[in-house]
Nanobody, 121 residues
Framework: QVQLVESGGGLVQPGGSLSLSCAASGSIFRINDMGWYRQTIGKGRELVAA???????NYADSVKGRFTISRDNAKNTVYLQMNSLKPEDTALYYC???????????????WGQGTQVTVSS
């Protein structure tokens, strides 16, 4: 069993900041990639930012320069610092991990339950 606990969503005014975190636990040998995705009603889930175990990052063009993804491998936790938030950033944000399971070492992927981010005045 794998658990992902997301936190940090909420309501913020345009131009404000929020920080999300996602902590993984359970039958995990090693987490390779970690990422944040978002989804709004009527749209598919889109990548916001991702980070490899070695710290290589990838961002959606719409968030470059405003969002920063980071991770703590010792804590199996990924973070998303969101600055200069815009109304179009409003969405349900999901954490995702790609990991090797314990004890099989089989690669798998897992999604968090989602945390709502609303940017509105």
């Amino acid at each position: 069993q794998v658990q992902l606990v997301e936190s940090g969503g909420g309501l913020v005014q345009p131009g404000g900041s929020l920080s999300l975190s996602c902590a993984a636990s359970g039958s995990i040998f090693r987490i390779n990639d970690m990422g944040w995705y978002r989804q709004t009603i009527g749209k598919g889930r889109e990548l916001v930012a991702a980070i490899t175990r070695g710290g290589v990052t990838n961002y959606a063009d719409s968030v470059k320069g405003r969002f920063t993804i980071s991770r703590d491998n010792a804590k199996n936790t990924v973070y998303l610092q969101m600055n200069s938030l815009k109304p179009e950033d409003t969405a349900l944000y999901y954490c995702n991990i790609r990991f090797l399971g314990r004890p099989t070492l089989r690669e798998d992927t897992y999604w968090g339950q989602g945390t709502q981010v609303t940017v509105s005045s």
